[in-house]
Nanobody
Framework: QVQLVESGGGLVQAGGSLRLSCAVS????????MGWFRQAPGKEREFVSA????????YSAASVRGRFTISRDNAKNTVYLQMNSLKPEDTAVYYC???????????????WGQGTQVTVSS
């Protein structure tokens, strides 16, 4: 059984930074991709960023490119999302997920965390 546990969310002022962590436990394939998605109130969940376990290739949505950085620590089985220059529109519940396939599609991911709230005040 694979479990994903996010942490690091919170309340921050616009322009501030947060680092989210996603700890992975259980048997997961190194061929998988780890993704971050977010869901704002009243909106559909959207892709934020992804990274491959094996090579570390990264992908990011245009809305966060240049502000958010995804990374992984294979030894710790942990994926991070460093979020800088946060904006009020970044407010959402952030989810990490593990899977394979097209990195920006929710249906590519098999396992999901419970989510962590990020709130950016203006």
């Amino acid at each position: 059984q694979v479990q994903l546990v996010e942490s690091g969310g919170g309340l921050v002022q616009a322009g501030g930074s947060l680092r989210l962590s996603c700890a992975v436990s259980g048997r997961t394939s190194r061929s998988y991709t780890m993704g971050w998605f977010r869901q704002a109130p009243g909106k559909e969940r959207e892709f934020v960023s992804a990274i491959t376990w094996s090579v570390g290739t990264t992908y990011s949505a245009a809305s966060v490119r240049g502000r958010f950085t995804i990374s992984r620590d294979n030894a710790k089985n942990t994926v991070y999302l460093q979020m800088n220059s946060l904006k009020p529109e970044d407010t959402a519940v952030y989810y990490c997920a593990s899977g394979s396939g097209t990195y920006y599609l929710e249906r590519s991911y098999y396992y999901w965390g419970q989510g962590t709230q990020v709130t950016v005040s203006s």
